[in-house]
């Protein structure tokens, strides 16, 4: 693999960005991982790239990178995948580098496409009247309810604070803003709340034959809407599923976003995603529409990555 030299630190100060933000949703976070391809592509010289073989070793140093800096959301891993995987058509190292480029802010354009398009295709579940629970905050979950606000709906959201990061105050706040009438609760109120709810609608990280795996807590909303049968809806465009064999390393959270000055006896454990069995939901809403489950595990498993990155992983 090329070894990137000294200019690499803004390469790494750019996936930083990435890495830091425990706010935002994949799809935001997919968007600004073009900046990374096109800053490799632009400065092959200051890399260090002077052949074929040390662009695809920058390549795939770089897209190990964007896969750990949020090991949880599969759009980074099936993005770096594309860019390896089109980078290898190329005779030159320019070209090589810019077919990554390219593949990566194609894959991008695509699954921002494909997350509008899903937000469309759950306008139909926001029936007159809903009260609709949500949890965390997804940009296609709260693409979906400002159209059907858009579209005339009358419907009131039950949004959970989403905790350690509270970015469940964000899609409040996006909400109300929009004259959307919204109950803001803690995370442990949802189970009480589920007797006012009518349909439930979660994002995604990323989606398996065998799981869906969200925020936090994601799970215990998922049991407690069975408990009571009601629709859980999962909204996910086809970028975020994935075979479950390709393991990335999870990062660990900081404890201080629990409590920042804990007894010496306390050990704190911050976790901020975690798997919910995918036969827990109703179906998966994405851009082609509502997929059964059965179908959705068809599609995931059935999503496979660059062998080269499947073995630089797993090292």
Known sequence: MAKLNHFSRIIDTAVARISSDNRSGAAEILSRTG?????????????????????HGAILEICLKISKAQPHMSPLLRLSSTALAAARNAT??????????????????GAA????????KALDLIHEGASVLTHSRSSTVLTALLEAKQA???????????????????LAASLSSKNITVTLIADGAAALAMSKIDIVLLGADKLTPRDVIN??????IALAARERNLPVYVLCDTSKFIRDEYVVETRTNSP????????AAVILENTYFEPTPIKYFTGIVTEEGVLPIDEAQRRAANAGIDQDLVVMLSC
């Open 215 to 220: 925020k936090i807590g994601s799970r215990m």
């Open 152 to 170: 005339g709906r009358s419907f009131t959201v039950v949004a959970t604070e989403s905790r350690p990061m509270l970015e469940g105050r964000s």
């Open 113 to 120: 496409r494909g997350s509008s398009a899903t937000a469309a």
């Open 35 to 55: 900046e990374v391809f096109s800053l490799l592509a632009t400065n092959p010289s200051e890399f260090g790239i002077v052949d074929l073989s040390s662009a």
């Open 256 to 263: 201080s976003e629990l409590w920042d000055d804990p007894p």
């Open 92 to 109: 030159t190292p320019a070209e090589s580098l810019g077919l990554a480029r390219d593949a990566a802010l194609s894959f991008i354009d």
